[in-house]
């Protein structure tokens, strides 16, 4: 079974403010980190899908970086709104091609 | 482009009784998968296809898990004597072959076992 963790579990976060959370996942065999956004009674969407070690990639104030040389990524949130509340998921794609999630990381915005 | 469509979106079923679910993928999409949420955690994974070859079923789901993808096209996931711990968020998901290529998720169909 494949670890793949999200830390912290939830967070709150003041409107305005900016935060990041990490995804940490196992450094061999990897193929691909996804980060997808979960929102109460939608399905997952999908905000990255990252390869290369050292990639970063952006969608509007959203950003993430990528370690896969010591398995781990981030994901940033600027200047944090209200409709950046859900839950973050990260999952592990190894060369089999299979697709590992961790538990999320819920976010809350405060206005 | 349709989406991934499943259903039924809910269903409520008696103890030791078989349920079956249908997803109908991303019409190009070669995979699919197979995972089921419950309250506070991520998806958990079942199952997948490429195409009508079942790769790798989770050593986690018992016997009365069953899953098929005739042709390649749509798939099936039957559940078998029903157990009040089956209830779940039973999710699926297509993508294309590409590395770079995401997960499309369908709306879940939510398992209610009483």
Known sequence: ILNVEQSPQSLHVQEGDSTNFTCSFPSSNFYALHWYRWETAKSPEALFVMTLNGDEKKKGRISATLNTKEGYSYLYIKGSQPEDSATYLCAFSGNDYKLSFGAGTTVTVRA | ?114
């Not at chain 2, 779940?88 to 995401?102: T, V, W």
């Open chain 2, 1 to 114: 482009d349709t989406g991934v469509s499943q259903n039924p979106r809910h269903k409520i079923t008696k103890r030791g009784q078989n349920v079956t679910f249908r997803c109908d993928p991303i019409s190009e999409h070669n995979r699919l998968y197979w995972y089921r949420q419950t309250l506070g955690q991520g998806p958990e994974f079942l199952t997948y296809f490429q195409n009508e070859a079942q790769l790798e079923k989770s050593r986690l789901l018992s016997d009365r898990f069953s899953a098929e993808r005739p042709k390649g096209s749509f798939s099936t996931l039957e559940i078998q004597r029903t157990e009040q711990g089956d209830s779940a968020m039973y999710l699926c998901a297509s993508k294309g072959d590409s590395a770079n290529s995401p997960l499309h998720f369908g709306n879940g169909t939510r398992l209610t076992v009483t």
